[in-house]
């Protein structure tokens, strides 16, 4: 997943471990991205979003994405960075789910 919230762009990364890293890497090396910052590196049991593969989803004020957004900005711990990245993934799932709909 991609969000993009003036300045920033926000990205949700889920796979094969070597893949992720990979994946981060080639991003660190593209001179377009300044200030790639990992919020969290975990290894979970299963994908979250194994569903879908990546989308990209621009915010507007207003749209249910601010406060996710604004603490993923500015982290200040583990577990409020985790609550924040759960809640932007829902709402870039549900944005998603309307769009098909």
């Known amino acids: 997943m991609l969000v993009y919230s003036e300045p920033d ?7 094969p471990d070597a893949a992720v890293r990979a994946l981060l890497e080639r991003i ?5 991205h300044t200030d790639v910052r990992v919020l969290l590196d975990e290894q979970v049991p299963e994908r979250k979003y ?14 249910g994405s601010g406060d996710a ?4 900005q500015q982290p200040v ?25």
């Open 9 to 15: 762009f926000i990205q949700i990364l889920e796979g």
């Open 28 to 32: 660190g090396r593209d001179p377009r």
């Open 50 to 63: 194994a569903t879908w593969s990546m989308g990209y989803e621009p915010t507007v004020p207003g749209d």
């Open 69 to 72: 957004v604004t603490a993923l």
């Open 77 to 101: 711990d583990e577990q409020s960075t985790r609550r924040s990245t759960d809640a932007l993934g829902d709402w870039f799932t549900d944005k998603a789910v309307a769009g098909r709909a």
